[in-house]
């Protein structure tokens, strides 16, 4: 698998980078994992936006799936006509969601141009990946997704805070992208977002191959949050940047 960093600033967009989007690559299929604020534009840089096979949603907020409404403009507007209808995977309610995000009636809404999907904990296969689903700990519903194709596997958090269900997911994970929003000490909401020490906690406990933190918001020093996540994990530990490439 080939993994693209497209977007990865947390809560909204920083100088450098849209909010959070993941491109996901195996065997000539493309998955993109969340859609937040400027992440379509971005995504073109890797990818034609009409060559992506499917989109899951992590959560309904607005710098995790926004920028699905600038797709259904760019799918249904297109000059040699609307494509067929791509699959998005989301919470329960994302049509109605994001009809009410772009103003329009929610039927048909976006469902000529997008074939929602309503995700739950479990396991689907999408393409030639395997993809397992586990409900993490956010203010909303929100999920967690494990990748698995050809032995290899990667993980990505969403949005959480402390989760045993995202240990188990991430459990022997060749890659672990996961959130860490909050700096420790500083930012003590509970069962909203993790922190450095708390996601390189996680990843000790699911004993992650690799740690890459994302979804940091430009209000806080990425560079705290890797050096406290590295006193808790024992493996190598990145900052997630917007055209990053990871192979998995």
Known sequence: MKLTVV??????????????SYLVEADGYRVVLDLGNGALGALQKYVSIYDVDAVLLSHLHADH????CAYWVARNYRAEGCPDPMPVYGPAGTAARMARAYD????PGMKEVFEFRTLTPGRFDLGPLRIDV???N???DAFAFRLEHDGRSLVYSGDTGESAELVELARDTDLFLCEAAYLDGRDTYQAVHLNGREAGEHATAA?????????IP??????????DAAAS???PVDIARAGAVYEV
């Open 7 to 20: 977007g990865c600033s947390g809560s909204f967009p920083s100088a450098d980078s849209p909010c959070s």
């Open 65 to 68: 799936c926004v920028d699905l």
């Open 104 to 107: 329009m009636p929610e039927n």
């Open 134 to 136: 586990a409900q993490v």
């Open 138 to 140: 956010h203010p909303v």
């Open 207 to 215: 004993g992650a191959r690799r740690l890459v933190l994302t979804h």
């Open 218 to 227: 430009p209000w806080t020093d990425a560079e705290l949050n890797r050096r």
């Open 233 to 235: 994990y024992p493996g």
